[in-house]
């Protein structure tokens, strides 16, 4: 049994964070599918470095805009071609899965995020352009976000939301997410995941810790991001693995996974697997860049209650950044809104430098 069948064995499915059109040629998405990947997630930085980056999308840039197309149309129409793609060698596993797994994600424009029918409506609206069963939506949990999510459930669309620090994050998406299969006229078959970003945390609250510079203060580095998933995790278990959601799980509703996103280690001086090592549980995604899961395949760890064991201590641990004088509440809603300004400044790198391949393109 390899690494990520261990995963899979403890109850976690790895879900591979990025796409790029070769994977899809060449092979190397399916035979990451056979070691034991079971999904994939995308985002606007993650195209913008496969397009911007490579020439394999410029014969369908020079296509789409020759035919009168903009730079945002021809992203749209490249995006909507890998994803499907994706989708389709991933459609065994949903099949096999009976719809746990197997999916693919692409996010609504970034530049919305702010924008409840705006949201709606561009969710809605790729959902018909890919036309795959095991497609989410990706919708960030902003203040607008929570009531296109809520709403987007309740209409049968699958949603991976995205871009949650906090324990408030968790709250308002899980609320929304049991809102709407409450509102779904059949919730069987709905499927969401909860996308809790895990290394950015560390990355900020350390910077803090450093600042305060006092002993209590630097001996929490490198905790909080674990401590702050853990009680994610154990809000997770009350909601939807008790009698609060026990109705409509008769109804064959689905929990709402809780997905770990930003699992690479960004300091160096941790070790280059700790997002995936310490997070491993039942009933939850790690989706794992490439290089990392290269990491994680050599020489990670699966402790199958990894992610229960200590969320007492986590507690504490969180409690104590109050003392020292860090405040994570802000420190969570500055990294939320700086992820929608980074997704939307990758957006518009993107569409830039699409633009500057087809004039190039127009003129060879």
């Known amino acids: 049994m390899n690494k990520l069948e261990e995963l899979n064995a403890a109850g976690q499915s790895v879900w591979l964070d990025f796409i790029r059109r070769d994977m899809l040629q060449n092979g190397s998405l399916k035979t990451l599918v056979a070691e034991g990947v079971r999904g994939l997630t995308s985002n606007p930085s993650i195209f913008q470095n496969a397009i911007a980056t490579s020439d394999e999308y410029d014969a369908q840039i020079k296509s789409v805009v020759q035919s009168g197309g903009t730079a945002e149309t021809a992203f749209e129409a490249l995006a909507v071609q890998d994803i499907q793609g994706a989708a389709d060698v991933l459609r065994g596993v949903y099949d096999e899965s009976a719809g746990r797994d197997g999916f693919?994600?692409?996010?609504?424009?970034?530049?919305?995020?702010?924008?409840?029918?705006?949201?709606?409506?561009?969710?809605?609206?790729?959902?018909g352009l890919v036309d795959r069963p095991n497609l989410m939506i990706k919708v960030p949990a902003t203040a607008a976000g929570i009531p296109a999510i809520e709403e987007l459930i309740a209409s049968g669309l699958n949603i991976n939301v995205t871009l949650m620090f906090s324990m408030e994050d968790y709250e308002n998406v899980a609320q929304a997410y049991i809102r709407g299969l409450g509102r779904a006229e059949n919730p069987a078959g709905i499927a969401s995941v909860a996308s809790f970003f895990v290394s950015r945390v560390d990355g900020k609250v350390d910077a803090a810790l450093d600042a305060v510079g006092t002993e209590p203060?630097?001996?929490?580095?490198?905790?909080?991001?674990?401590?702050?998933?853990?009680?994610?995790y154990a809000r997770y278990q009350e909601l939807f693995e008790g009698h609060c959601f026990a109705d409509l799980a008769a109804s064959g509703g689905r929990p709402q996974r809780v997905l770990w996103a930003s699992t690479s280690t960004k300091n160096p001086a941790y070790p280059d697997t700790l997002y995936v090592d310490e997070l491993v549980g039942p009933n939850t995604v790690n989706t794992i860049p490439p290089k990392t899961l290269e990491f994680f395949k050599d020489h990670g760890t699966v402790n199958p209650s990894a992610i229960t064991t200590g969320v007492d201590e986590a507690r504490d641990l969180v409690a104590t950044l109050a003392d020292v004088g860090v405040d994570l509440a802000a420190i969570t809603a500055d990294l939320q809104e700086a992820g929608v300004k980074s997704f939307a400044d990758a957006f518009a790198t993107l569409l830039t430098a699409i633009a500057d391949k087809s004039t190039l393109l127009a003129e060879a």
């Open 104 to 127: 693919v994600s692409l996010e609504v424009s970034p530049t919305i995020a702010h924008d409840t029918d705006a949201t709606i409506n561009d969710a809605r609206r790729l959902w």
């Open 217 to 232: 203060a630097l001996a929490l580095r490198g905790k909080i991001a674990i401590a702050n998933s853990k009680l994610a």
